[in-house]
């Protein structure tokens, strides 16, 4: 199980090398040299307490969930319907029926498209989204706006990459029938300060979604102090599994909404002639769940929290202006995203350096890091850039690592500069 | 595995100074190649006399492997039938996805130094997008994507 580091209460700094005892995977090196994991933002790694939360599960309490009368199966949900009792704090949901485990944050996403937005919207109405999204957050409302007729509007974004507000509140109308914002940018580490743009929505009435994936790794989210109506996270950014992440919903609309998929567990009676739908959150929970993922998930919210979200973000804040200081000694490096309330992302290109070939001349150094177009492509054709590359850390990275990430680059500059 | 093997200088000069790096503006084929998974786009222009093609050239954007690549092509293959550029792709495809020695790397001139890129799995389709655009291109299909 995972140590606690330091008190709960006192406001000492994380202690980096314990915490890095906790990773088996960071111990390891890559062609005989250390593993610099800089590659967070797309999936961060998993402690040891949540591999033996899984292998726990499976090695004494596996059955399936919902079910049997039998001593397993009552285990089993126990620790199911525990974890979502520890999302439902996690992200101070009102109630645990408003936490809907899904996949990860696209399938979230695709539920709310088709649960709520398909038997809603038509012809006229629009969505609004920003041009900083992860296509998970642009192509399921596109989908939407084929089937249901809807238009999909993009608020513009600023050379800083940050959403322009005024740009945003001016294409909120009555046809606006859906906001869906990033609330931290996958491709630039901007942290888009939505409770303005939450604000400016309700004021007209419109639902907000909330990407959050890029988020809840690394601050505290509150979803009733957000004042949003959905909320979609994964685990697998957020030292959980992958396969496993949450839909948090306002109950009031979850419970208008229709299942998305059929099958067992979201039904409460039968027949060949109607099918009562059970109560929330099982009704948008059709067929077997991922029980250990869903435990998993967790066992990372209870490591999370056994080292604090906030003194998480000040060490990966502490990162980033390190990082931002060390970054800017390289030649022809360029920042691409400057905003000044930034999560611990750093995208960059470097002239005459394409960001593939930097990918493979750092792996080669044991430094892994993100190159290409991080499922943001209208980000990258903002900047007229066809790729970046993308360091991004997580609270259990180390000053160290940044320094090999700038030796490496500094290499290819020499090799292919 | 040594990058060197990847990034040899012949690999390196071209990325540097690619050859025949122009649009043909008045190309009797063209084709656009993209790789989405790292944003490279290029386009392939051949000039055909007969069956032979007597230019080509590309131009675009792309890492290291995928500009040296395409442009060691346009220097081998100007010149040559339709038949013979369709034979040196079969090759060329082989060299970059096959681990055996079945290929005479030497017979294949410079475009042999980018064997090296069978050793690196996730930059073959860097290594092959001008191929399968210029073969795009001869079967006058207007876009290739290696996805």
Redesign the interface.
């Given at each position: 199980m995972s140590a606690v580091h330091a008190a709960a209460d006192a406001p000492a700094a994380l202690d980096i090398a314990a915490i890095r005892s906790d990773f088996p995977v960071l111990a390891r090196t890559i062609?005989g040299l250390p593993l610099s994991y800089l590659d967070n933002a797309a999936s961060s790694q998993r402690p040891r307490a949540v591999i033996d939360a899984i292998s726990h599960y499976y090695e004494n309490s596996h059955a399936n969930v919902h079910r049997g009368v039998h001593t397993l199966s009552q285990e089993a949900t126990d620790l199911f319907e525990g974890a979502r009792a520890k999302v439902r704090r996690f992200i101070n949901a009102k109630s645990a029926q408003e936490v809907i485990f899904v996949r990860g944050t696209t399938e979230a996403i695709n539920l709310v498209a088709q649960s709520y937005g398909r038997p809603r919207f038509g012809p006229g109405d629009e969505i609004l989204v920003s041009w900083l999204e992860h296509h998970a957050n642009i192509v399921p409302w596109q989908m939407l706006c084929q089937q249901t007729g809807a238009t999909l509007k993009v608020a513009p974004i600023t050379q800083s990459g940050e959403v322009d507000f005024d740009a945003f509140a001016a294409l909120l109308s009555p046809r606006t029938k859906l906001v869906a914002l990033a609330h931290v940018s996958n491709a630039l580490g901007t942290v888009v300060p939505v409770h303005r743009f939450i604000a400016a929505a309700r004021e007209r009435g419109v639902p907000v979604l909330l990407d959050g994936a890029q988020a809840v790794p690394h601050m505290s989210v509150d979803v009733q102090a957000l004042d949003c109506d959905f909320y979609a996270f994964s685990g697998h950014k957020m030292c959980g599994p992958t396969g496993i992440g949450v839909l948090y919903g306002r109950e009031s609309l979850l419970n208008a909404m229709p299942p998305w998929q059929g099958g067992g567990d979201m039904i409460l009676a039968v027949s060949f002639e109607k099918t009562v739908y059970n109560g929330l959150p099982y009704k948008f929970e059709a067929g077997t769940p991922d029980i250990a993922g869903a435990i998993g998930l967790g066992a990372a919210i209870d490591y999370l929290e056994s080292l604090g979200m906030e003194r998480i973000a000040a060490a990966e804040h502490a990162l980033l202006v390190y990082a931002n200081e060390r970054l800017a000694t390289v030649p022809g490096l360029r920042f691409v995203g400057t905003a000044p309330d930034k999560a611990a992302v750093v995208s960059f290109t470097i002239d005459?350096?394409?960001?593939?070939?930097l990918g493979?001349?750092l792996d080669?150094e044991g430094v892994a890091i993100r190159?290409?177009?991080h499922c943001a492509m209208p980000v990258?054709e903002f900047f007229g850039?066809?790729?970046t590359a993308r360091a991004s850390f997580a609270f259990y990275n180390t000053r160290a690592e940044i320094d090999r990430l700038v030796a490496a680059l500094h290499g290819a500059r020499e090799?292919?500069g | 595995?040594d990058?060197k093997d990847?990034?040899r200088d012949v690999i390196?000069d071209h990325?540097?100074h690619p050859r025949n790096f122009r649009e043909i503006p008045d190309a009797d084929r063209r084709a656009d190649g993209f790789n989405?998974?790292?944003?490279?786009?290029l386009t392939v222009f051949v000039k055909l006399d007969g069956d032979r093609i007597s230019d080509l050239s590309f131009n675009g954007?792309?890492?290291?492997?995928s500009?040296a690549s395409a442009s060691l092509l346009t220097e081998s293959v100007k010149g040559k039938t339709i038949a013979e550029a369709e034979a040196l792709f079969s090759q060329m495809h082989q060299l970059l996805t096959r681990d055996d020695d079945a290929i005479d790397v030497t017979a294949l001139g410079k475009l042999g130094a980018l064997s090296g890129v069978r050793e690196?799995p996730?930059?073959v389709k860097?290594a092959s997008l001008c191929w399968h655009t210029l073969d795009a291109a001869l079967h006058q299909q207007e876009q290739v994507s290696t996805e």
């Amino acid at each position: 199980m995972s140590a606690v580091h330091a008190a709960a209460d006192a406001p000492a700094a994380l202690d980096i090398a314990a915490i890095r005892s906790d990773f088996p995977v960071l111990a390891r090196t890559i062609r005989g040299l250390p593993l610099s994991y800089l590659d967070n933002a797309a999936s961060s790694q998993r402690p040891r307490a949540v591999i033996d939360a899984i292998s726990h599960y499976y090695e004494n309490s596996h059955a399936n969930v919902h079910r049997g009368v039998h001593t397993l199966s009552q285990e089993a949900t126990d620790l199911f319907e525990g974890a979502r009792a520890k999302v439902r704090r996690f992200i101070n949901a009102k109630s645990a029926q408003e936490v809907i485990f899904v996949r990860g944050t696209t399938e979230a996403i695709n539920l709310v498209a088709q649960s709520y937005g398909r038997p809603r919207f038509g012809p006229g109405d629009e969505i609004l989204v920003s041009w900083l999204e992860h296509h998970a957050n642009i192509v399921p409302w596109q989908m939407l706006c084929q089937q249901t007729g809807a238009t999909l509007k993009v608020a513009p974004i600023t050379q800083s990459g940050e959403v322009d507000f005024d740009a945003f509140a001016a294409l909120l109308s009555p046809r606006t029938k859906l906001v869906a914002l990033a609330h931290v940018s996958n491709a630039l580490g901007t942290v888009v300060p939505v409770h303005r743009f939450i604000a400016a929505a309700r004021e007209r009435g419109v639902p907000v979604l909330l990407d959050g994936a890029q988020a809840v790794p690394h601050m505290s989210v509150d979803v009733q102090a957000l004042d949003c109506d959905f909320y979609a996270f994964s685990g697998h950014k957020m030292c959980g599994p992958t396969g496993i992440g949450v839909l948090y919903g306002r109950e009031s609309l979850l419970n208008a909404m229709p299942p998305w998929q059929g099958g067992g567990d979201m039904i409460l009676a039968v027949s060949f002639e109607k099918t009562v739908y059970n109560g929330l959150p099982y009704k948008f929970e059709a067929g077997t769940p991922d029980i250990a993922g869903a435990i998993g998930l967790g066992a990372a919210i209870d490591y999370l929290e056994s080292l604090g979200m906030e003194r998480i973000a000040a060490a990966e804040h502490a990162l980033l202006v390190y990082a931002n200081e060390r970054l800017a000694t390289v030649p022809g490096l360029r920042f691409v995203g400057t905003a000044p309330d930034k999560a611990a992302v750093v995208s960059f290109t470097i002239d005459h350096v394409h960001p593939h070939d930097l990918g493979t001349i750092l792996d080669h150094e044991g430094v892994a890091i993100r190159t290409g177009h991080h499922c943001a492509m209208p980000v990258m054709e903002f900047f007229g850039l066809p790729a970046t590359a993308r360091a991004s850390f997580a609270f259990y990275n180390t000053r160290a690592e940044i320094d090999r990430l700038v030796a490496a680059l500094h290499g290819a500059r020499e090799m292919l500069g | 595995m040594d990058l060197k093997d990847l990034y040899r200088d012949v690999i390196v000069d071209h990325n540097r100074h690619p050859r025949n790096f122009r649009e043909i503006p008045d190309a009797d084929r063209r084709a656009d190649g993209f790789n989405p998974l790292c944003g490279d786009k290029l386009t392939v222009f051949v000039k055909l006399d007969g069956d032979r093609i007597s230019d080509l050239s590309f131009n675009g954007s792309g890492c290291a492997i995928s500009v040296a690549s395409a442009s060691l092509l346009t220097e081998s293959v100007k010149g040559k039938t339709i038949a013979e550029a369709e034979a040196l792709f079969s090759q060329m495809h082989q060299l970059l996805t096959r681990d055996d020695d079945a290929i005479d790397v030497t017979a294949l001139g410079k475009l042999g130094a980018l064997s090296g890129v069978r050793e690196f799995p996730a930059r073959v389709k860097c290594a092959s997008l001008c191929w399968h655009t210029l073969d795009a291109a001869l079967h006058q299909q207007e876009q290739v994507s290696t996805e």
